[in-house]
């Protein structure tokens, strides 16, 4: 795991020693660096015992002795599904990226291996000091990779990016302060240990435990991002060079609904009922509105980043729902989204790189100078629709049973109104695939166009693969993860007031009493 989480960072270290002037070095490097830590990463998927629950590979050394905080790191199903997306996605981006970035090559290459060490290391964090240290680190790399290598207004869009997501991480700063605070009270020390907060922060008094949750959930919602503070997102997404994009919307945005899961609903499982319904709404919310503007755009990437509010909104859904089922979706469509619009994303920078514009209008009849990349396109725009036999189709109907099914919720409404958003995001992608692909009219300047390169195939294919394997044969995905998001729930159900149930979903009528754990 050591490996894993600083290979990059070494390898950002060992590329900024390199002269500027070795432009391929800089590639060779930064490429190998990626794939290396992916092919590595691949045996965490056996070495974790899928059949528990618990975390597992756990190091556990101290750092800061007074304040109880160490470098702890482990892994747990949900965790290492996205690790595994992580150390997937970046050798895509970086691939995508050579030839495309050609100016501060060597920073730019640097800045992409910084960020996978952040990203990696805000998944396998078990120490709220450390998660804290990876989280914000990810700002830096992300400001500069906007700023430094994106379109006309790129300034604009990276200061909104870091001030919208610093205003959220100073309010779980002062919570998780407040928690190793609390600790003290407790146990005599002060602790920033997770294994030690999970056990305490469920046994805060009510009333504070409810600020607590607010602080953590604005900060996660931010990153989602849940509407309404989505408006950073669009505008990072189209000022993005291709690759900042990819990890985007295929990595920094699960950071988010992580920590909704891990943070949120492990420590104030009480609170977490009782927000639910508002959560629900904001995501049901996102779904509509994220759908509908993103109809209107005239703009393919800011059509596909209004996309993400739109699907993350299931995300959402299902976490709030706190079934099974409902987690069980929503972690299995993080993984979804980061694939499939992350393909998007990169089908776009495609036609980008060709046309060096985004405008739906400017195309038309691409699909028949383009044969082989309209295919790629349309099994992207296809899986993202939610196509049975694609992957998009499974989280989706899980997160949408899952609120179904949710007695905490208990409404059909959201799922119901939330299915809206499955025929929306047909309309918008197919209407945009037909009008690039086709159209009545075919725009003489793509003519010329030539089809994708062995390059491009290289970063779109093995996405592909995945699309297939998980909407055909999604077990593996989801047993990864099944044991966590049974404690999770459980412990829900554990911590719960005290209030009657009753669920009456089709022909099955049942009433369950919570109480509250001893």
């Known amino acids: 795991m050591l490996v894993v989480l600083f290979l990059p ?6 590329l900024s ?47 800061i002795p007074s304040l109880d905080a160490g470098f702890r790191i482990g892994l747990d199903g949900m965790s290492l599904l996205l690790v595994l997306l992580t150390t997937f996605t970046m050798p895509i981006a970086i691939g995508a990226s050579v030839g495309i970035i050609t100016k501060r090559e060597k920073e730019y290459y640097v800045m992409m291996l910084l960020l996978e060490t952040a990203m990696i290391g805000v998944f396998m964090a078990l120490d709220m000091f450390l998660f804290y240290v990876f989280w914000e680190l990810i700002l830096i790399p992300m400001y500069f990779i906007i700023g430094i290598w994106g379109g006309q207004d790129r300034i ?13 991480s ?31 922060a469920p046994n805060i008094p009510l009333d504070v435990q409810r600020w607590l949750f607010a602080a953590f959930a604005l900060s996660f919602a931010i990153k989602v991002p849940i509407f309404p503070l989505h408006t950073w997102l669009p505008d990072a997404h189209v000022q993005a060079p291709t690759a900042g994009s990819v990890i985007l919307a295929g990595v920094l945005l699960k950071m988010g609904t992580y920590g909704l899961i891990r943070f949120n609903l492990d420590f104030f499982p009480q609170s977490s009922l009782e927000f639910a319904p508002l959560l629900a709404v904001l995501a049901v919310i996102g779904i509509v509105y994220g759908a509908l503007v993103a109809m209107v755009q005239p703009d393919m990437k800011k059509l596909v980043a209004y996309s993400s509010v739109s699907h993350l909104g299931f995300v959402v859904l299902g976490i709030a729902s706190m079934t099974s089922e409902g987690i069980q979706g929503a972690i299995l469509q993080m993984v979804n989204h980061g694939l499939s619009t992350g ?10 790189e060709r046309r060096h514009t985004r405008e739906i209008a400017e195309y038309g009849g691409i699909a028949s100078v383009m044969p082989r990349f309209a295919v790629l396109f349309a099994l992207a725009m296809l899986a993202s629709v939610g196509l049975p036999g694609l992957n998009g189709f499974v989280g989706e109907f899980l997160t949408l049973l899952g609120g179904f099914r949710s007695p905490f919720l208990n409404s059909w409404a959201y799922s119901i109104i939330a299915a809206t958003g499955v025929i929306f995001a047909a309309v918008y992608l197919l209407w945009m695939f037909q009008r ?46 099944a044991k966590t998001t049974d404690a ?18 089709g022909s099955v009528s049942k009433s369950t009493t919570l109480g509250v754990r001893p």
């Open 488 to 505: 999770i729930v459980q412990k829900v159900l554990e911590y719960s007031v005290p209030q009657q149930i009753t669920s009456t979903r």
């Open 17 to 63: 020693l390199i002269s500027s002037e070795r432009i391929s070095a800089h590639r060779t490097v930064a490429l190998m660096t990626a794939v290396v830590t992916f092919v590595l990463s691949l045996p965490l998927y056996w070495l974790v015992d899928h059949s528990r629950s618990d975390f597992q590979l756990v190091i556990n050394s101290m750092w």
């Open 170 to 200: 100073l309010l779980m700063l002062v919570a998780i302060i407040w928690l190793g605070w609390y600790a003290q009270t407790v146990t005599g020390h002060f602790t920033t240990d997770f294994l030690k907060l999970r056990q305490i």
């Open 343 to 352: 393909m998007l994303f990169l089908c776009v920078g495609v036609l980008y």
């Open 9 to 14: 960072l070494v390898a950002a270290v060992v």
């Open 156 to 168: 604009y869009a990276a200061v909104k990016f870091f001030l919208y997501t610093i205003v959220g």
């Open 436 to 481: 690039v692909m086709y159209g009545s009219a075919v725009n003489p300047a793509n003519a010329g166009l030539h089809d994708v390169t062995k390059q491009e195939l290289w970063t779109l294919v093995p996405i592909v693969v995945l699309l297939v394997w998980i909407g055909i044969y999604p077990r593996p995905f989801l047993a990864t993860s």
